[in-house]
């Protein structure tokens, strides 16, 4: 075989393995999302081409799945974790940043081992507290339970930025007479913007995508649209084109968002292990 | 100077006060309800102190405690070795800068991006014996599992549950390989290929010695959130068929929120936090080996 015929087939051995990476990684996804389109006996023919209708999409928001509610739900509880969180992180990153606490480091590889801790040791004390404080079914409590997780990530991530931002600058500024926090609102918050948006887009995908605080914590009310995928599973069956209509919800905002995803949600999940 | 002192703790506060009633508070008060007897449908209150029972019951007299910790296991053993090895086929594959690539990348980002709750009832539709698009391909390729309910079969249950993880998982840490792979110096790659090394020598004698830091991180974290993988049993296989699946997690969230076992179901929550926090020390450890 010469040099160039080897080349040729090694360049379309590559291409069909690319190609076919992308149909398994890919493929489940846009069938999910077809599946929302289709009509239900579509569904049950699996078939590949359709004529696409809306009508699950209507039925998904109709009794009883109530689709608009619980997107409704999901929205104000990631917004919420979002807004509480990243203030509270960033104020705690510029001062394991900037400043050194007894006991050093531990502090801060501290707010990092709490990513360990497996959720399930934290639902059981925290659904008897909400339960005491009559706060089960509320959106608050979905998204005190998110902050135990987004909190100490997000101020590990910011952290990152923060340590790289030189100290002159903010100084400059104390030395021009503003106060130390005038310096961090003016300086260092729109310099560490990066790292916040980074943190940002974490927090926004871990709220959104959880799962198991909200199945335990939720019953009707505040029920989020990851629980009400269990309720496509009614006692007529499993209404399968409603869970892909909900599926394409939920996927969405991660379609909108992948490219900052691949930029920076894998970056932040490993950030100060891998650089 | 005397305010700038102070500021670094109000600044922390806030965090501080999140973390303590979010994490610390419930750590503290699941080591104490595990030493009572409480089942939280029978009385609103904690129930009478117990001592060590819970735990003696957990290793003494709990089949159903040391099946899951098999079924964790053998879930964490396959969806870890599976995971890396095509994670790093994908980022050899992949890396690399053309638009087509780039492209590709993040096109696979997306089951990554999905939550775990929506990839378990997916792969549960796919996974349909009459009208499930992976069923379909699996009877074409294997006809004798054509039409079988295949989430009905412990073993196969089991290895659609690891699948699905590796799906899910894949992608990540291929991107974390393929940014170890960048960062490799190229002059001791380009020497051993001047030299006549075949691909394959080449990764293996050349690339994997110096990626081994990263590998062992990714082994670490896979471990960890193999251990801790609950979402997507719940929606893929609720532990079944039977208890074939029922992964330690799980185990717990079944005696806390289905048999309101909060006592036990605290016992042994505890003992997988304790191997998390053995696994978590090694990571730490790593990590401050590297920013000290």
Same mark, same amino acid.
């Given at each position: 075989?010469?040099?160039?015929?080897?080349?040729?087939?090694?360049?379309?051995?590559?291409?069909?393995?690319?190609?076919?990476?992308?149909?398994?990684?890919?493929?489940?996804?846009?069938?999910?999302?077809?599946?929302?389109?289709?009509?239900?006996?579509?569904?049950?023919?699996?078939?590949?081409?359709?004529?696409?209708?809306?009508?699950?999409?209507?039925?998904?928001?109709?009794?009883?799945?109530?689709?608009?509610?619980?997107?409704?739900?999901?929205?104000?509880?990631?917004?919420?974790?979002?807004?509480?969180? $990243?203030?509270?992180?960033?104020?705690?990153?510029?001062?394991?940043?900037?400043?050194?606490?007894?006991?050093?480091?531990?502090?801060?590889?501290?707010?990092?081992?709490?990513?360990?801790?497996?959720?399930?040791?934290?639902?059981?004390?925290?659904?008897?507290?909400?339960?005491?404080?009559?706060?089960?079914?509320?959106? /608050?409590? /979905?998204?005190?339970?998110?902050?135990?997780?987004?909190?100490?990530?997000?101020?590990?991530?910011?952290?990152?930025?923060?340590?790289?931002?030189?100290?002159?600058?903010?100084?400059?500024?104390?030395?021009?007479?503003?106060?130390?926090?005038?310096?961090?609102?003016?300086?260092?918050?729109?310099?560490?913007? !990066?790292?916040? *948006?980074?943190?940002?887009?974490?927090?926004?995908?871990?709220?959104?995508?959880?799962?198991?605080?909200?199945?335990? /914590?939720?019953?009707?009310?505040?029920?989020?649209?990851?629980?009400?995928?269990?309720?496509?599973?009614?006692?007529?069956?499993? *209404?399968?084109?409603?869970?892909?209509?909900?599926?394409?919800?939920?996927?969405?905002?991660?379609?909108?968002?992948?490219?900052?995803?691949?930029?920076?949600?894998?970056?932040?999940?490993?950030?100060?292990?891998?650089? | 100077?005397?305010?700038?002192?102070?500021?670094?703790?109000?600044?922390?506060?806030?965090?501080? $006060?999140?973390?303590?009633?979010?994490?610390?508070?419930?750590?503290? *008060?699941?080591?104490?309800?595990?030493?009572?007897?409480?089942?939280?449908?029978?009385?609103?209150?904690?129930?009478?102190?117990?001592? $060590?029972?819970?735990?003696?019951?957990?290793?003494?007299?709990?089949?159903?405690?040391?099946?899951?910790?098999?079924?964790? $296991?053998?879930?964490?053993?396959?969806?870890?070795?599976?995971?890396?090895?095509?994670?790093?086929?994908?980022?050899?594959?992949?890396?690399?800068?053309?638009?087509?690539?780039?492209?590709?990348?993040?096109?696979?980002?997306?089951?990554?991006?999905?939550?775990?709750?929506?990839?378990?009832?997916?792969?549960?539709?796919?996974?349909?014996?009459?009208?499930? *698009?992976?069923?379909?391909?699996?009877?074409?390729?294997?006809?004798?599992?054509?039409?079988?309910?295949?989430?009905?079969?412990?073993?196969?249950?089991?290895?659609?549950?690891?699948?699905?993880?590796?799906?899910?998982?894949?992608?990540?840490?291929?991107?974390?390989?393929?940014?170890?792979?960048?960062?490799?110096?190229?002059?001791?790659?380009?020497?051993?290929?001047?030299?006549?090394?075949?691909?394959?020598?080449?990764?293996?004698?050349?690339?994997?010695?110096?990626?081994? !830091?990263?590998?062992?991180?990714?082994?670490?974290?896979?471990?960890?959130?193999?251990?801790?993988?609950?979402?997507?049993?719940?929606?893929?296989?609720?532990?079944?068929?039977?208890?074939?699946?029922?992964?330690?997690?799980?185990?717990?969230?079944?005696?806390?929120?289905?048999?309101?076992?909060?006592?036990?179901?605290?016992?042994?929550?505890?003992?997988?936090?304790?191997?998390?926090?053995?696994?978590?020390?090694?990571?730490?450890?790593?990590?401050?080996?590297?920013?000290?």
């Amino acid at each position: 075989m010469s040099e160039s015929t080897r080349r040729m087939i090694g360049k379309w051995a590559r291409g069909i393995a690319i190609a076919l990476v992308v149909l398994v990684f890919f493929g489940p996804i846009l069938w999910i999302m077809a599946t929302a389109f289709k009509e239900p006996r579509d569904v049950y023919a699996l078939k590949v081409f359709f004529t696409p209708t809306l009508q699950n999409i209507y039925a998904s928001f109709d009794t009883p799945f109530f689709v608009g509610e619980r997107t409704w739900n999901s929205i104000v509880v990631t917004m919420g974790t979002l807004v509480l969180s $990243l203030p509270i992180a960033t104020a705690a990153a510029y001062a394991f940043s900037r400043f050194r606490f007894p006991g050093g480091s531990v502090w801060s590889l501290g707010v990092l081992a709490t990513q360990f801790i497996p959720p399930v040791i934290v639902i059981i004390p925290l659904f008897v507290a909400f339960r005491h404080a009559n706060l089960l079914d509320t959106k /608050l409590a /979905l998204v005190i339970a998110n902050m135990s997780f987004v909190v100490p990530y997000a101020i590990w991530m910011i952290k990152g930025f923060i340590d790289s931002i030189p100290l002159d600058m903010e100084e400059a500024a104390q030395i021009d007479g503003a106060s130390r926090l005038r310096a961090i609102w003016d300086v260092v918050v729109p310099m560490a913007l !990066p790292g916040i *948006a980074t943190a940002a887009i974490f927090c926004f995908v871990v709220s959104w995508n959880e799962f198991f605080y909200a199945l335990v /914590l939720s019953r009707q009310d505040a029920t989020t649209l990851q629980v009400g995928l269990m309720s496509a599973r009614t006692e007529r069956g499993d *209404a399968w084109e409603i869970m892909a209509a909900m599926g394409l919800i939920i996927i969405l905002p991660m379609l909108v968002l992948s490219r900052f995803v691949q930029k920076y949600f894998a970056k932040g999940l490993i950030s100060g292990s891998v650089r | 100077m005397a305010a700038d002192r102070l500021l670094k703790y109000w600044l922390i506060a806030p965090a501080f $006060l999140v973390i303590a009633a979010t994490l610390l508070y419930p750590l503290v *008060a699941a080591l104490w309800y595990s030493v009572h007897d409480w089942n939280i449908a029978q009385q609103a209150t904690l129930g009478p102190f117990v001592g $060590l029972e819970n735990y003696t019951r957990v290793f003494a007299d709990d089949p159903d405690f040391w099946h899951s910790i098999r079924v964790t $296991l053998v879930f964490t053993a396959f969806s870890v070795v599976l995971t890396l090895v095509l994670a790093m086929a994908l980022a050899l594959l992949l890396t690399g800068g053309d638009p087509m690539r780039v492209y590709v990348r993040t096109l696979l980002v997306i089951p990554f991006a999905m939550s775990p709750a929506l990839l378990g009832i997916s792969w549960r539709f796919l996974l349909n014996p009459e009208f499930g *698009a992976f069923s379909a391909v699996i009877g074409f390729v294997f006809p004798w599992l054509k039409g079988v309910p295949l989430l009905a079969d412990p073993t196969l249950a089991m290895i659609a549950l690891i699948a699905s993880d590796v799906w899910h998982w894949t992608p990540y840490f291929m991107l974390m390989f393929i940014g170890a792979l960048a960062a490799l110096p190229q002059e001791t790659v380009e020497a051993a290929q001047v030299d006549g090394a075949g691909k394959l020598r080449v990764f293996y004698e050349i690339m994997l010695p110096q990626l081994r !830091p990263v590998l062992a991180i990714a082994v670490l974290l896979k471990a960890i959130f193999s251990l801790k993988v609950l979402d997507q049993v719940v929606t893929l296989t609720a532990g079944g068929p039977g208890t074939a699946t029922e992964t330690l997690a799980h185990f717990v969230f079944q005696t806390a929120f289905r048999w309101y076992d909060l006592g036990y179901a605290a016992a042994v929550a505890y003992l997988l936090a304790a191997v998390m926090a053995v696994l978590a020390g090694i990571y730490s450890r790593y990590v401050m080996e590297r920013h000290p």
